[in-house]
């Protein structure tokens, strides 16, 4: 079965995927003036299929998914990452995955895309601080590599774990966090079909300010969720620590589900700012789960989502 997301986003609200080619075109011929020092654009392609379970939208330009984003392990500002993400060493690469699975191992993520299909999911991305993205991630299933590393029955969630290497990664140098950076979810939130690792986006490898090489994407939750440069995937029984709601967790509940109902202290959740729209642009009403609501809500019968937010 054909499966397609309902959407409200139009085909103004994107740059064409023609539009962002030859801008890249332009800006290789001119040394790469126009972006300025952002960490350099992969150019290898990435053969991926095109995904049912993505909108059948273009998305937001290049420049502003590559150039204003979180990535706090090159600094606080928006255009920290683009700036200092450069120096960051992302091949060779693996991952190490361990914990409640029948095959625990350091994986070559080489060897782990070998036996992967790749798929571009044209996602929704909702930060915590009220912007909106639309995205389009190459990667493909979480599920795929935890069946094949074997989930052992007693496991209930999965812990991730960012690279620590303050040589290059050097906001890590600071005590901006407890380093390194982690994330967790659910197990059935791992294995739900629209969580992926993602690899690359806008059709080549993922650039370094966004996560290379590789990272996870849950579109309904908030952007934090989706952990970048993973090195370490834990199955576990025990619901892991995590950085953000370890620090605030009145602030940054262990769920992070995209809703317009439940307020941030210092935000209301119950709009969004799409990046790109112009200093003047109207705000949108933000969706419950980030508009994956018919997907997701069933994971989540039954809970209080203002206490478990």
Aim: charged share 25%.
């Amino acid at each position: 079965m054909v499966y397609r997301f309902k959407t409200d986003l139009k085909y103004s609200d994107i740059t064409p995927h023609e539009t962002f080619v030859n801008r890249r075109q332009l800006i290789a011929g001119a040394g790469a003036a126009a972006f300025g020092s952002i960490a350099g654009p992969a150019l290898a392609k990435i053969d991926a299929a095109k995904s049912g379970y993505s909108t059948e939208m273009e998305p937001s330009s290049f420049e502003d998914i590559t150039t204003y984003n979180n990535f706090y392990e090159f600094g606080t500002g928006k255009s920290d990452p683009s700036s200092y993400a450069d120096a960051l060493t992302v091949d060779p690469w693996a991952i190490k995955i361990d914990g409640l699975v029948d095959r625990p191992g350091k994986y070559d993520l080489g060897a782990i895309l070998k036996v992967v299909n790749m798929e571009e999911r044209i996602y929704r991305h909702r930060c915590v601080e009220t912007w909106s993205m639309v995205i389009p991630w190459i990667g493909f299933e979480l599920k795929t590599v935890l069946d094949r590393v074997g989930v052992q029955s007693g496991a209930k969630y999965v812990a991730f774990e960012t690279l620590h290497r303050p040589s290059e990664m050097t906001a890590q140098k600071r005590q901006l966090l407890d380093w390194p950076y982690r994330e967790g979810l659910r197990l059935d939130e791992a294995m739900h079909p629209l969580t992926i690792l993602a690899t690359g986006l806008y059709g080549e490898e993922m650039p370094k300010q966004n996560g290379a090489p590789i990272r996870l994407v849950v579109p309904w939750k908030y952007g934090y969720k989706s952990i970048k440069s993973i090195v370490r995937i834990t199955l576990t029984d025990k619901q892991p620590k995590t950085t953000w709601n370890e620090i605030g967790p009145d602030e940054y509940g262990f769920y992070s589900n995209v809703n317009p109902e439940v307020s941030h202290p210092r935000w209301s959740q119950a709009t969004e700012r799409p990046v790109g729209g112009g200093l003047f642009a109207r705000r949108k009403p933000t969706l419950k789960f980030n508009g994956y609501e018919e997907e997701v809500a069933s994971l989540y019968a039954g809970m209080d989502l203002v206490e478990n937010h």
